[in-house]
DNA sequence: AAGCTTTATGCAACTAGTTGCAGAACCGGT
DNA sequence: ACCGGTTCTGCAACTAGTTGCATAAAGCTT
């Protein structure tokens, strides 16, 4: 139940059409709450109905017309309300990892190409949070509201460092085992699921 | 797309039944891919029609009446080549984060009780990642299968230190903005969003 | 043996997110 | 003025995950 809120944040902070959102969703806010344009549009019009944004009036709006939303007080309130409540971590899914547990039982054939693309990936997004720290918080500027864009950039900035880190330490790990047992390490379960 | 293959790398470490997998899920496979039973028994019925497992035959299995499940050649082989295909790194979704850059719009009011309580748990998730590790891996213990599973947890201790460094560090700026603002920080939008 | 609790399996309905496609305006070039 | 690509908005159908409840057997309690 965030998809709003995130919505509610990115036009307070700027009053946005749908497109304009999901470009917007595409680099800064989409870092740690991605969305797709479909879901933007529908909850532009779950929100607006709740009363709690409103269309800018402009030109007519039709269909394929630019159509800039704000925020209204009523959204305001609740991303405040809900801001200052306390949510439960949502429970972790993490693809990479159970394909290494796998891995462990079925053996790690073709793992290594993998990992190495996701290492490649976790750089770049580094190398781009770095670049955005660089450009959007140089020494000096620190309001409130900078100290906690940097926190969050922070976040992100030393997650993807230790991404790095760890598919690094990893990528030898398998490679170490794939020289050992040619290839596949116990691709045939042996050692995990005795043969019956 | 992994459920199904998370059960089967489940099944293939040890046959269960569909609540011995829920608590399994609940331990070790659900730190980095948590499921419900609900999913865990759907798609148990989905693996066994489609000849990817089977239920040992044991007592007539009637409803209440545990049922234990074994991976048959079929699913191992599909576990196998899953776990060798390259796949996309899923879209990140953190509300935390999410939060905190709302807080840089709204206002800060809130968010230090509900910082401190993610510290907590994730402080306590840490302290069983290492138990964790020390009770399954000590040294020595060291065969392929054992690395590889080493590795994954070595992600989750790694995780998990970040997360409470970094909250730690977060708790402490927002303290030191409320201190400032007298509660909350920039709560009428001043800074970001100038009054029209 | 009658009732209560726990264990185990499962259905149905719902919410959130994804994918594929399509239609209207707008913006160039010819 | 017409055509073709791009921009912008949106519907419909699907997949994945969640929540709430039902039902059956097994074990414990009196």
Redo the contacts with the bound molecule.
Sequence with gaps: ???PHAILTALLEKPS????LTRRFDRSIGYFW??????I??E??KLESDGLIRALPS?QP??????AYEVLPAGRAELARWTAAGQDP??Q?DALLLRLRAAAVVGTAGLEADLGRHLDLHRRQLAEYEEIERRDFPPGRDGPEDRLRHLVLRAGIDLETFWTRWLAHALAEVAGLSEVTGGTASSDGAGTTPPR
């Design positions: 139940m965030s998809l059409s749908g497109l304009e991605s969305a797709t344009h479909q879901q549009y529908r532009l019009g030109e039709a269909r394929g017309q630019k159509k949502k429970p899914r």
